[in-house]
Antibody, heavy 112, light 112 residues
Framework: QVQLVESGGGVVQPGGSLRLSCAAS????????MHWVRQAPGKGLEWVAF????????YYTDSVKGRFTISRDNFKNMMYLEMNSLRADDTAVYYC?????WGQGTLVTVSS | DIVMTQTPLSLSVTPGQPASISCKSS???????????LYWYLQKSGQSPQLLIY???NRFSGVPDRFSGSGSGTEFTLKISRVEAEDVGVYYC?????????FGQGTKVEIK
């Protein structure tokens, strides 16, 4: 069955960096565009970034452009989100998924 | 960005009774190819979102037939024909016709 497992979250100071990973299994990963979506504590869902199946196109929400980088490795069935210059308002649970399925999420807390 | 507006924001339903959630988009979600790119998700407490309905009215794999999606253009409805205890949570509509994908604010459904 489809499985998406995020990792890499944690507590980081403002201005710091984190790299999130998403391990995919149970489907043909290399044929799917993939997304990162986040949810701040007690808030709704916010789309963050998208990467096409072959990584030729990438898109970001305005608030993370220039700070976050989405990437993938279709040989390893992995997707990544490199997050730099983190701010307090980046604090959220980050989910990876394809719109059909989402992982369980990984919590990123930006705090001094 | 396309704005998605859900009503009501909360709903208390007696088990066995129907429930309905409205979602309106600021632009048409009807693609020239004929599909309407409107999704419905349910997020249960402490869990990731789970897909209920895709492309306006298609039930996702394993979703009970008491859930149905309808609408056209900019106005959409999710209906639950007979609410069960397991249906509690927050329901979100989402559009994917345009980048960035955007979500409604969420509708919290509880059981009376």
């Amino acid at each position: 069955q489809v499985q998406l497992v995020e990792s890499g979250g944690g507590v980081v100071q403002p201005g710091g960096s984190l790299r999130l990973s998403c391990a995919a299994s149970g489907f043909t990963f290399r044929t799917y565009g993939m997304h990162w979506v986040r949810q701040a504590p007690g808030k709704g869902l916010e789309w963050v970034a998208f990467i096409q199946s072959d990584a030729t196109n990438k898109y970001y929400t305005d608030s993370v452009k220039g700070r976050f980088t989405i990437s993938r490795d279709n040989f390893k069935n992995m997707m990544y989100l490199e997050m730099n210059s983190l701010r307090a308002d980046d604090t959220a649970v980050y989910y990876c998924g394809s719109f059909d399925y989402w992982g369980q999420g990984t919590l990123v807390t930006v705090s001094s | 960005d396309i704005v998605m507006t859900q009503t009501p924001l909360s709903l208390s339903v007696t088990p066995g009774q129907p429930a309905s959630i409205s979602c309106k988009s600021s632009q048409s979600l009807l693609h020239s190819g004929g599909k309407t790119y409107l999704y419905w998700y349910l997020q249960k407490s402490g869990q990731s979102p789970q897909l209920l309905i895709y492309e306006l009215s298609n039930r996702f794999s394993g979703v009970p037939d008491r859930f149905s999606g309808s609408g056209s253009g900019t106005e959409f409805t999710l209906k639950i024909s007979r609410v069960e205890a397991e249906d509690v949570g927050v329901y979100y509509c989402m559009q994917s016709i345009q980048i960035p994908p955007t979500f409604g604010q969420g509708t919290k459904v509880e059981i009376k």
